[in-house]
């Protein structure tokens, strides 16, 4: 057993010798100095070719998005292939795909819905081009895309109903007007709001209609809850300000004080909100902001330049009361 031992340790020590002896030694190559095995240098804002696949225009928000991502895009001085899906998935798959055939070096998305993205995205990994998420969330597995950047939807329903709370003393007949059905926010405002009922039984959502993000489908909708409901609606929670602002002049020509006789909260801060809040209409809004140009190109080129970047980037938020809104409007950027 000792011998047997003895032999393996001698074994082992030739071993050793014989992979150190026989190891060469890293030799630079002639006129291989360390410089030459450097990074590439970094691409800048003028080298580059970015993509972006915008959903539509149905909002005040979503116009002040589309200006950030323009105006930031020729501030820098890059090449910006932009294309608008007028709120249609099947048009915003086919400007991705548009995008790909083009080999621009990075792609910007805000998903109109959740679902439905595996398959494109998966083509542009494979073609090799980054997806940045821009506003919007995906529902697809964290490797078809770099980063998310944007909002969290679901503390803004929270806070929604924090503030509904606050103006009904926690009690409240509410009718809801919900964004897109299938989009993060839609989902997420929902859901945010309803956790926060959970502590006041006296707050209840009488209805829950979609309204689409739009002024026009928000005042239908609107129309339609007065008429069935009357005045026993005494708040109305707008998944965005330009549904809100349809439902005040629902509201008007019901013969009812928007705001007054029926309190009112919604998401995005819009400058229109501030004016509908110092005219006594509303109540108080949630800041959603649409800046994002700066934030995503920033993220875009570090991307492209191989650097690290989180996978989700939170944009910054307030709520803002109509008490504050004459002092806080001349201060908005849209
Ligand atoms: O995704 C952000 C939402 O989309 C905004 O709250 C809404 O106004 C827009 O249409």
Same mark, same amino acid.
């Given at each position: ?11 082992? &020590?030739?071993?050793? !010798?014989?992979?150190?002896? $026989? ?9 291989? @100095? ?8 970094? #691409?800048?804002?003028? =080298? ?20 950030? *991502?323009?105006? @930031?895009?020729?501030? &820098? ?15 915003? *798959? ?11 070096? %990075? ?17 542009? #990994? ?16 964290? =490797? ?16 929604? /109903? ?16 919900? /964004? ?15 956790? !926060? ?11 829950? +209609? ?17 008429? @069935?409901?009357? #005045? ?22 019901? /013969? ?31 800041? $959603? ?5 700066? +934030?995503?190109?920033? &993220? ?8 690290? %970047?989180?996978?989700? %980037? ?8 109509? %008490? =504050?809104?004459?002092? *806080? ?6």
């Amino acid at each position: 057993m000792k011998l047997r031992r003895m032999v393996y340790a001698t074994l082992l &020590l030739f071993a050793l !010798i014989w992979e150190t002896a $026989c190891t060469p030694e890293y030799v630079e190559a002639p006129g291989q @100095t360390p410089a030459a095995q450097a990074d590439p240098p970094k #691409k800048t804002y003028a =080298d580059v070719i970015i993509g972006f696949a915008q959903l539509g225009a149905e909002s005040e928000w979503r116009v002040a998005n589309t200006a950030s *991502i323009k105006e @930031t895009a020729e501030e &820098l001085g890059i090449e910006l292939r932009f294309s608008d899906a007028q709120q249609n998935q099947e048009n915003q *798959i086919l400007a991705m795909r548009s995008l790909i055939v083009q080999r621009v070096d %990075v792609i910007g998305i805000s998903p109109i819905v959740e679902t439905g993205w595996n398959e494109v995205f998966q083509e542009a #990994k494979d073609a090799g081009i980054p997806i940045i998420l821009l506003d919007r969330r995906a529902d697809v597995s964290e =490797d078809l895309y770099v980063t998310y950047l944007g909002s969290d939807f679901l503390e803004e329903g929270r806070k929604a /109903g924090r503030v509904m709370a606050q103006i009904t003393n926690g009690q409240a007949k509410i009718v809801e007007l919900t /964004g897109t059905p299938g989009s993060a926010p839609a989902i997420d405002r929902y859901k945010g709001f309803r956790q !926060i009922l959970l502590d006041y039984p006296e707050m209840r959502i009488v209805d829950s +209609q979609t309204g689409d993000f739009t002024r026009a489908r928000g005042r239908e909708v609107m129309e339609g809850f007065l008429n @069935t409901y009357g #005045k026993a609606i005494t708040a109305v929670y707008a998944h965005n300000d330009d549904m809100a602002l349809g439902a005040i002049t629902a509201i008007e020509e019901y /013969g009812l004080k928007p705001g007054v006789d029926i309190k009112i909260v919604s998401v995005d801060a819009a400058a229109v909100a501030f004016e509908a809040m110092i005219a006594g209409k509303m109540n108080a809004t949630i800041e $959603c902001n649409p800046l994002l140009g700066p +934030q995503f190109f920033e &993220l875009a080129l570090k991307v492209i330049n191989g650097e690290d %970047v989180p996978k989700w %980037v939170p944009s910054e938020e307030s709520v803002f009361m109509a %008490v =504050d809104a004459a002092e *806080i409007l001349p201060t908005r950027k849209y």
